[in-house]
């Protein structure tokens, strides 16, 4: 019986369950795609102090005796005493009963509860001096709203509490994070350290350079999965880098044996196949003919196409900081097989976000049909359509679809998911 893809997903996140986090306080700048280590919470609320979220004339509605929607008592004229700039000090000491100009962001004096937008009077918005008197032309239909207390005033905090938390231990640090948080007064966070992920590739046909590549030798292929592998642990904030084998497993062995105290994981890909000479297997495994393996990694063929083959494990070695096993997660050498696996069962390990979740049949557009017992795993491209989040299935064969996608279709007999490729799609 073959393993099924979310058996095989428990069975890595547990056996290559990584070494806990390291983190390190850094500037938000530069932070963009690091992981949060620690909630991040407002230090300050925002806005801070009570603003202006209009250009126009600040007044006392006490003051004008204006009680709540007593519009008729709405005064035609105000005198302009004040002028209050963004950041700036006032310009003039507002008497009682008149009004201050006031700009966008201006601050506004505990005496002052109410903004009345320029358009609503008939002063010159750009006038480089305040008007020393104006007159209200506030519309019929605003009559109302315009002189209650509050009317276009920002309160303290109604943007966001102090103390308000704005994203989660583990979250990555977006843009969007990184202006919120300098907005309430965060300039430093807790991030976790960068993983270090070693790619290891094997094959003796693998060659790097395109000379070579082009028929230079009978069978050589180009190499394509290590770069690949390395711009999607960069995605997800880790750090990879990238090694190449022959197919002798005492060489994969020793190689492995002197980079894994300074990684976090191992990821090869190739040689988990069926065939004579798949060298993760022999080295990791059992062993082949007279090589003794190191038995150290368990090997299956999944329930699933691409990616059949895979296989997880811990290499025995002496880590600095302490730990004597380095978690191996074994992909497949075919592009589109490593590349699926990845985002499958490599991408929860370095704390992806994705998840994969439900669609219904009538969101999914496709031609490939499940396994009889098992998962067909398609590129797909997620987008809204007339409100639906639809998933159509990539055409062509192997890779290439790839080159459109942003997400991958699991199908099974039963039900069908989807798993974005972005890294962003969480069930809610
Ligand atoms: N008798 C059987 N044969 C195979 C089976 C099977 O069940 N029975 N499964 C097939 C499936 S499915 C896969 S996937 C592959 C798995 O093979 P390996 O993981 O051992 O991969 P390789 O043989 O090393 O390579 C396969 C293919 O991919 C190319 N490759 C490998 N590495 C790279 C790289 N870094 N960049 C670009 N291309 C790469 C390699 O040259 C081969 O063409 O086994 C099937 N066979
Ligand atoms: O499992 Mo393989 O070629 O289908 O990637």
């Known amino acids: 019986m073959h393993v099924s893809l979310d058996e095989w997903r428990a069975t ?3 056996l290559a369950a990584l070494a806990p986090d390291r983190t ?33 004339f600040a007044v006392s509605t006490r003051e004008l005796g204006l009680g709540e929607g007593d519009s008729d008592a709405c005064p035609a004229h105000l005198e302009v005493t004040c002028d209050i700039s963004a950041g700036r000090a006032a310009v003039g000491n507002r008497r009682p009963g008149t009004a201050a100009r006031i700009m966008t962001g201006g601050l506004m004096s505990d005496d002052l509860d109410t903004v009345i937008p320029v358009e609503f009077t008939d002063a ?23 002189l209650t207390p509050g009317r276009h005033v920002r309160k303290v905090g109604e943007e966001i509490p102090a103390g308000d938390l704005l994203a ?44 070579a590549g082009a028929g230079a030798r009978p069978g050589a292929v180009l190499e394509s999965n290590g770069p690949m592998l390395q711009a ?45 000479r798949d060298v993760v297997k022999a080295a990791f495994g059992e062993g082949f003919g007279d090589t003794p393996g190191l038995n150290c ?62 669609l ?27 409100g639906s989040l639809i998933a159509t299935e990539c055409e062509g064969a192997r890779l290439r679809p790839f080159a459109e996608a942003n997400a991958l279709l699991i ?9 974005s490729l972005a890294g962003s799609l969480r069930a809610r």
Request: overall charge neutral.
């Open 124 to 146: 010159d918005p750009t006038a480089a001096e305040a008007p020393a008197r104006i007159a209200l032309t506030i519309p019929e239909a605003e009559a109302a709203k315009a």
């Open 232 to 276: 999607a642990c960069a995605r997800l904030g880790a750090e990879a880098s990238i090694h190449h084998v022959g197919d002798d497993p005492a060489e994969l062995i020793a190689l492995a044996r002197s980079i894994a105290p300074r990684h976090d994981l191992i990821v090869t890909t190739g040689g988990v196949g069926s065939g004579a």
């Open 411 to 419: 199908l099974e007999k039963d039900r069908v998911r989807v798993l």
């Open 24 to 56: 390190e306080e850094a500037p938000l700048e530069g932070a963009l795609g690091r992981r949060l280590a620690e909630p991040l919470t407002a230090r300050l609320p925002a806005p801070d102090f009570r603003m202006s979220a209009m250009d126009g």
């Open 12 to 14: 890595v996140l547990g």
């Open 297 to 358: 990694s368990r090997f299956e063929h999944l329930a699933m196409r691409p990616g059949g083959p895979q296989g997880v494990g811990r290499l025995p070695v002496d880590h600095a900081e302490g730990g004597n096993t380095t978690p191996m997660v074994h992909l497949p050498g075919t592009p589109v097989g490593a590349f699926t696996a990845f985002h499958l069962f490599i991408a929860p390990l370095l704390g992806s976000p994705s998840r994969p979740l439900t």
């Open 360 to 386: 219904p049949e009538r969101n999914v557009r496709r031609e490939a049909q499940p396994l009889k017992t098992g998962a067909t795993v398609k590129p797909a491209h997620l987008a809204i359509e007339n």
């Open 168 to 211: 989660r231990k583990g979250d990555f640090v977006t843009p969007q994070i990184i202006g919120i948080a300098l907005s309430v007064g965060v300039t430093h966070v807790k991030l976790t350290r960068p993983r270090k992920v070693a790619i290891v590739m094997t094959g003796d046909e693998l060659v790097t350079d395109l000379q």
